[in-house]
């Protein structure tokens, strides 16, 4: 088992800035991508970004693309993401999660195993 524990999330205006984190524990060697996923209440989940461990190579949704930025601290087990320039739509409950991928490939629509609890991110207009 991988235990994912998320932190950061916050309440920003638009234009403004926050940086989550996702602390990995556990089987961490069972598992090679981690991700970043969104959900707005009454919608479905959205991929927003991910990161494949081996060797940093990212993914992300294009509606993200330019904005936000995955990066990973393999010493602490730990993946970011840093959301710039924030807009309303951004606002929802945001999920790490983790899984293993074969070829490296962190493809947001692969089934990952394990998630967090979420933080929550509000962008104000």
């Known amino acids: 088992q991988v235990q994912l524990v998320e932190s950061g999330g916050g309440s920003v205006q638009a234009g403004g800035s926050l940086k989550l984190a996702c602390a990995a524990s556990?089987?961490?060697?069972?598992?090679?991508?981690m991700g970043w996923f969104r959900q707005i209440p009454g919608k479905g989940r959205q991929g927003v970004a991910a990161?494949?461990?081996?060797?940093?190579?990212?993914f992300y949704a294009d509606s993200v693309k330019g904005r936000f930025t995955i990066s990973q601290d393999n010493a602490k087990n730990t993946a970011y993401l840093q959301l710039n320039s924030l807009k309303p739509e951004d606002t929802a409950m945001y999920y790490c999660?983790?899984?293993?991928?074969?070829?490296?490939?962190?493809?947001?629509?692969?089934?990952?195993?394990?998630w967090g609890q979420g933080t929550q991110v509000t962008v104000s207009s």
């Open positions: 990161i494949f461990t081996g060797g940093g190579r990212t």
């Open positions: 556990g089987a961490t060697g069972a598992v090679n991508c």
């Open positions: 999660a983790a899984t293993y991928s074969s070829g490296g490939y962190c493809y947001l629509y692969l089934d990952y195993q394990f």
